[in-house]
Structure formats: C-alpha cells, structure tokens
C-alpha cells in the first residue's frame, strides 16, 4: 500500500470542510490536485471516502473511520519526529568538563557511569586543570561546565555548591599524631615535615588560610605539584600533608592514615556554570549525579 503522509493531510482537510476548494485554500494548493488525491486514495484503500453530488460533499461510514485513523497517524508521526529532534539535540552532543583532579577522582567515574547510561551517544572531554584554569576555560568558552572549590564572587557566573568537604591531615599510621588519642591541632601539624603543594594550588592556599587563621607560619619542607607525589612522600615517611577529603580518593591504600584536625577547615566544591546560560538534561543529569556521588562520599567524613 502507498499512501503518503501529504495525502492524509488532504483527507484531513477534506473531511473537516466538506469541500475541495476549502481544503486546497487552507492547504495551499490546487483545486484540482485535491481531488486528484482523494481519488488516488480510495482508489489505493479500495473504499468510497465520500459522497459527492454537484452541491454538496458528505463523509461515508468508511469516509469517517478512515480520518481518524489519518488524525492518529498524523499525531504519531509528528510526536515521533519530534522526539527524535529532541534526542539528537540532547544526546548526541559533546560535553567539555573542566575539573579539579580531586574531583575527577573521587566523584566524576560514578556521575559519568550514570551519565552514559541515560545518554549513551553523549560524548565526554575532560581538562584535569587547577582552580583558575578551570574558570578561565569556562569562561572563554572552551567547556561547558567547571567542577571546583570556593568559588569568589563573579558576576558572570554561578556556582551551586555540594556541599563541605573537610581538610583532613595524612600521615602514615605510625605517626605520633596518628596514634595519639586526641584530635591533632594545626599547631601539632606545623612541628613536623609538612609538604605541601606548590603556591599556586587551590589546596595549597587552603592549607596556608588554616595556619593563618592559627596564627602560625608553616615553610613546606617540601613542595609537589600534584597530590598524587603529597602522598607518595608522606607514605615514604618524609613527611605530614593535608588535604581535602575528596583528595584522599587518590590514595593508594598502603601505609597512609587519616585524621581530623581540629579547628576543621571546610572547602566547598561544586559545579561553575556560565550564568543565565541554559542548562540542558544532559548537564543537569551530570550536576545530579555529582550530587549524589558527593553525599556517598562525604559519609566515611561525617563528624
């Protein structure tokens, strides 16, 4: 059988002005191609659609069933398309992240793993960057979304924090201040080996704000650039480090102990979008997920 979608559209208009003039004017078309298609039609569907005299036009029994079925069809098909419209906009994309490597680690496999299952054509670019090149990437128009911590204030951008994400000391647990019963204080810290990141880390000037605030100056011993080498250190015994909690999703395991250390200092992760600039499904999934893997992660930190 060979009926078009165009000829249904005729049946339509047909049937709801009873007249082929009307239908070709409200149609665009001609007089005579309508009638034209109306004939093909019962001709392909082998039933007589209307009752024609030289005044008027009527609608048989077959005529009426016939147009609804074209209504539903018509219905149908436009949903589909747009539906289809709707996937290709949304999921076959490209999503550039920008994203502080603690993150990357501790909170972007399971968010992504989710991701993937509901947008299984979204493709995935991820900058494994520092703080302010994550904004500035963002920024420039380079990635869709940044994935830091303590945002300053900017007019140009929203940030939709996580939640808190406390500085946690790591030592071996061998350490003094591993196996003594109270929690250590930053004073304690700043006796021992301490090493740090380099200046321009966003951990770095966390952990320098907590000696301030204690009223303390603490050199690094020695200074890494990534917390991956921190840790390597502080298992090798050269040392003490501080990091936030969702940096410890890079330890090894092996020889390395984690404590609070009081008065806790807290950071704020979360998501950096351009403001007023839409947010789509596919992002909005990811911000979810992050979300969620955030509170799962945070719950060995609780108290």
């Given amino acids: 059988m060979n009926v078009t979608l165009r000829q249904l559209e005729i049946l339509i208009a047909v049937g709801e002005t009873l007249s082929f003039s009307k239908a070709a004017d409200a149609l665009g078309v001609t007089q005579p191609s309508v009638s034209e298609s109306i004939r093909r039609l019962e001709n392909e569907l082998g039933v007589v659609l209307f009752e024609r005299t030289t005044r008027t036009l ?19 098909f436009r949903s589909g398309i747009k539906a289809i419209k709707l996937r290709t906009a949304q999921y076959q994309r490209r999503l550039v992240i920008a994203t502080l490597p603690s993150i990357t680690v501790s909170l972007l496999p399971q968010a992504l793993k989710v991701l993937g299952e509901q947008f ?22 380079i990635v869709h979304v940044a ?7 900017d007019d140009r951008l929203d940030f939709r924090r996580f939640g808190d994400d406390p500085v946690m000391l790591v030592c071996r647990p061998d350490h003094e201040l591993c196996r003594q019963s109270s929690t250590p204080t930053w004073e304690q810290v700043a006796k021992y080996p301490f090493i740090g990141l380099m200046k321009s880390s966003s951990v770095r000037q966390l952990t320098d704000l907590a000696f301030l605030q204690a009223d303390l100056v603490c050199t690094p011993t020695y200074e890494v650039e ?54 789509d499904p596919v992002l909005q999934t990811l911000i979810d997920q992050l979300q969620s893997a955030f509170e799962m992660h945070m719950k060995s930190f609780d108290g």
């Fill in 58 to 76: 009527a609608l048989t029994e077959e005529g009426q069933k016939t147009i609804e079925v074209a209504r539903e069809m018509l219905v149908n």
């Fill in 226 to 279: 990534q917390i991956p080498s921190a840790i390597a250190l502080v298992g090798a015994g050269l040392g003490i480090t501080a990091l936030p909690a969702l940096a410890l999703a890079m330890m090894p395991g092996n020889n390395i102990a984690v404590r609070p250390i009081s008065p806790l200092l807290r950071r704020q992760p979360g998501v950096v979008l351009v403001r007023h600039r839409k947010v």
């Fill in 147 to 153: 994935l830091t911590a303590n945002l300053t204030r």
């Fill in 120 to 141: 299984p054509h979204v493709q995935i670019g991820l900058h494994d960057v520092g703080h302010h090149d994550a904004v500035r990437l963002l920024v420039d128009g």
